[in-house]
């Protein structure tokens, strides 16, 4: 009880003094929130709240605060998304035109681009369509694999990190 009394006095004597001194209101609030058991009035009395509206008078929103300092926008650092490449894997049983026309509708390929692919799949066992995003490779992986399985043929499409 009687460091509680010490205390109201302390923020009395200091809400009194701070007429000279303007201080920000959220101050006082911390200074009282930090008083458990306190009822507000025994705080602050109408001397007190006049006082509050004298520092709070003193602001001006619309006016540059800043006192001349220079505050320079930063630029976000972006960086480039990781890229897959999408791939075909060779099988002995997907005849090769339905490799081409999947190259060509899926991968945008003109025939004779994707006849070379489509000869690389079947010479070296795999062969790349293209370089893409992780959600664009996983999409067209997807898409390659599920019209395969729809025309009942064996061909696997996967992606592996570039």
């Not at 003193?58 to 890229?83: H, W």
């Not at 999947?102 to 690389?120: G, P, S, Y």
């Amino acid at each position: 009880m009687l460091v509680k009394k010490v205390q109201q006095r302390k923020v009395k004597t200091w809400l009194k003094a701070s007429v000279l001194q303007p201080v920000p209101f959220v101050f006082l609030f911390v200074i009282y929130l930090g008083l458990k058991y306190t009822n507000i009035g025994t705080i602050l009395n109408t001397q007190s709240i006049f006082v509050y509206l004298v520092i709070m008078s003193d602001f001006d929103r619309f006016k540059d605060n800043d006192d001349g300092l220079a505050v320079e926008e930063a630029k976000p650092k972006l960086k480039r998304p990781p890229l897959y490449k999408v791939i075909l894997l060779n099988d002995d049983f997907t005849p090769m035109d339905f490799v081409i026309e999947i190259l060509m509708d899926f991968f945008a390929m003109t025939e004779q681009k994707a006849t070379q692919v489509m000869l690389q799949i079947h010479t070296q066992g795999v062969g790349v369509c293209g370089t893409y995003s992780k959600d664009v490779a996983e999409t067209k992986v997807y898409i390659v694999n599920d019209y395969s399985r729809e025309h009942q043929h064996p061909l696997m499409c996967s992606m592996e990190a570039v």
